[in-house]
Structure formats: C-alpha cells, structure tokens
C-alpha cells in the first residue's frame, strides 16, 4: 500500500512522493507523465538538526545519477542518460529515485522533508514549466529502545507510524516513573473511540497498536484522530490521520 503525500505538476507531467506503510523513514520519487522524459533534477531539503541523508539511490537502470550537498539540510540531484535515452516514455509511471533518513542523535518522532526547485527536461532538454503544489512530507524516525536497565527514561508519548496509515499504526511511548498510565483514541469531535491502555504501567519503554477499530467492533472511517496519553504528572495529544484507500 502506498500513500502519495505531495505532487508536482509539469504540464503532462506529475511527480508523487510516496511511501510504504512499514518503511516512513524512507520515500521514492515517482513520476506519471504522458510525454517522453529525458532528465530530471530536483533539489531536496530537511532539517539536519533532527535527520540525515543515508542513502539515495536511482531506481532504473542504466542511467546517470549524482547527488551532491549544496549544503547542510540540502542536496541536489540529477538523473539522465549520457545515450540520449528517455527516462521514461510517455503514458507510463516509474520510480525514480529512493531516499533514506535517520534520526539525529536520539532523534524519534516526525520530521519535514520538501523536494524543491524541480526540473523535468524534454527530448531536447527543455525544462518543463512546474508548478509545486505540496511539495512537504514526513520521514518518521521510530523509537530505538535501550537495553541498559540503568538509563534514564523521561515520559513521552511518540508520534504514531505510518501516519497516515491504513490498517493499523504502531503507538511508542516511554514512562520514566511508575504509575497509572491511559492512552486513549478521541475523534475529531474530541469523543472517545477507544481505550488503548488503561493500566499500572512500570517505568520503561512501550508500544502499542491501534487497528483502526472502536471500542464495538466496529471499523472507523477515514479521516484525523486524536491520540491522547495521560499520568499522574504528564498529558500529551498528537494527531493520526487514518486514510484506507
């Protein structure tokens, strides 16, 4: 299942950034075009007091890829073929180019990621006029659990993974003193759909799954939701968004 969190639009052309369920520390740029595509350049840019660039690989074969860093937080990039040869032909999709994120130190959570100042060049190597819509999305960095019995926890709820997300979505959450822990899913009316956690929890690292469904049984709709996590001494709210296509 992929979700398509923002396009770009080049006359014929559209470029969607997706990523999979399971996998939202990373995201492939994809292009829909009904003409022949030669090249494509694209600039990409984040926040790197929160996350880095691991990897960034082209996905077709047979073509000339290159990346540099113009600065730190901002790469560019260029995909084309010395041959002449069309990226893509036209009434066709492909995926182009995959990026990989990690988290900065102990950085968990969501982060904002855009693909800027993008060029999709022609046969003869015009640039196609491009017209950026929503060009940002989020790479969720999950928790990394520490083993060490003796480190210290600070209470926390995390952001749910994937998000948006289909069919079930993970919830971390770390409790630095032991007591009575509840976690529960409001609507965006603020009514309550179901009661994740509702417990003496010890101190530690948790997680949780939501799957979507209410209290009864029943499958909610698509739409935002309001994750809530309340102690003795800390209360915290974060957003979902479930989306089935």
């Known amino acids: 299942m992929l979700f398509g969190l923002s396009f770009l639009f080049a006359e014929e052309s559209t470029i969607g950034f997706f990523q999979k369920v399971d996998d939202q520390s990373s995201v492939n740029l994809i292009i829909d075009s009904e003409y022949d595509i030669y090249g494509v350049q694209f600039q990409i840019r ?9 990897e960034m690989s082209p996905l077709i074969d047979g073509f000339t890829f290159e990346f540099v860093e113009e600065k730190k937080g901002t790469i560019n990039g260029f995909i084309f073929s010395l041959k002449g040869i069309e990226l893509l032909s036209g009434e066709n999709t492909a995926n182009i180019v995959n990026a990989k994120f990690s988290g900065i130190d102990s950085f968990t959570g969501v982060s904002l990621v855009s693909f800027t100042e993008t060029i999709i060049a022609g046969q003869h190597g015009e640039g196609l006029e491009t017209e950026i819509t929503t060009p940002s999305f989020e790479i969720n960095i999950p928790v990394t659990y520490q083993t060490d ?3 210290d926890f600070r209470t926390e709820l995390y952001q749910n993974y994937p998000n948006p997300f289909d069919y079930s979505t993970q919830i971390d959450y770390t409790i630095s003193t032991s007591g009575m822990v509840k976690i529960t899913i409001l609507d965006d009316d603020g009514n309550e759909v179901t009661t994740l956690v509702d417990d003496f929890i010890d101190k530690g690292s948790y997680s949780v799954v939501w799957d979507g469904i209410d209290q009864y049984g029943r499958t909610m709709p698509n739409g935002m ?16 968004t479930l989306y089935r296509q």
């Open 225 to 240: 939701y309001f994750l809530k996590m309340k102690t003795d001494d800390f209360e915290k709210m974060r957003i979902m």
């Open 46 to 54: 984040y926040n790197p007091n929160e996350i880095m660039l691991d």
């Open 149 to 151: 019995l003796f480190s």
